[in-house]
């Protein structure tokens, strides 16, 4: 069975530090998704991942690949409130189809 | 605005009930998917259209039928509702391949 696993569940952080989500799975992919979602709204596409190694940032985040571990990271630099939200990673199987299985999610709450 | 649209944003109704929701993309994609996500914010991909054909159709209750008219359009139809189908349903498209989702603001169901 497919398993992807995100750590931590919760977390609570001050403005300014530093933290990092993991995300694991447990069958073979090349593909991993980050997708952000804010209280009662859609999901927002935030990195897109598609080989070994694989490294994108995009303001404070930056998220990595390492499909022999099948781990990707999403990291947190000098965090602020507006990072509030629950973060998803997801993992693509499939050619065309690209069936994506997320993971249990992320709430993330940056304290001032 | 290019985007996936749903209809209706919220829909109450009783138990024994049928309902449908109604997806529209703009974005010039071929695949359309519909998702669930439950009270615990789990997400789980329920079906999947390319060109108008079933690609993924996961181990859901038959009472839960996708229609896909067109490339542009996704329909999920629930007969029989139960209270346990009470989640926000969320369409999303993306070009095949292993391409990033776009997702539609969602539908809050609740079954009374």
């Known amino acids: 069975e497919l398993k992807v696993e995100q750590n931590p569940l919760f977390l609570s952080m001050q403005e300014g530090k530093n933290y990092t989500i993991y995300c694991n799975y447990s069958?073979?992919?090349?593909?991993l998704y980050w997708y952000r979602q804010d209280p009662g709204k859609s999901l927002e596409s935030l990195f897109v991942?598609?080989?070994?190694?694989a490294v994108k940032q995009e303001g404070r985040l930056m998220a990595s690949l390492d499909t022999k571990a099948r781990l990707s990271t999403l990291h947190i630099t000098a965090a602020v409130h507006d990072l509030s939200a629950t973060y998803f990673c997801?993992?693509?199987?499939?050619?065309?189809?690209?069936?994506?299985?997320f993971g249990t999610g992320t709430l993330l709450a940056v304290q001032p | 605005d290019t985007a996936v649209s749903q209809t209706p944003k919220y829909l109450v109704t009783q138990m024994g009930n049928d309902k449908s929701i109604k997806c529209e993309q703009n974005?010039?994609?071929?695949?359309m998917y519909w998702y669930k996500q439950d009270s615990k914010k789990f997400l789980k991909i329920m079906f999947s259209?390319?060109?108008?054909?079933?690609?993924i159709n996961e181990t859901v209750p038959n009472r839960f039928s996708p229609k896909s008219p067109d490339k542009a359009h996704l329909n999920l139809h629930i007969n029989s509702l139960e209270l346990g189908d009470s989640a926000v349903y969320f369409c999303?498209?993306?070009?095949?391949?292993?391409?990033?989702?776009?997702f539609g603001p969602g539908t809050r169901l609740t079954v009374l």
């Open positions: 999303a498209s993306s070009q095949s391949g292993p391409n990033e989702q776009f």
């Open positions: 069958t073979t992919s090349d593909r």
């Open positions: 991942l598609l080989s070994n190694g």
């Open positions: 997801a993992v693509g199987y499939g050619g065309a189809t690209n069936k994506l299985i």
């Open positions: 974005l010039g994609h071929d695949t």
């Open positions: 259209y390319n060109n108008k054909e079933l690609i």
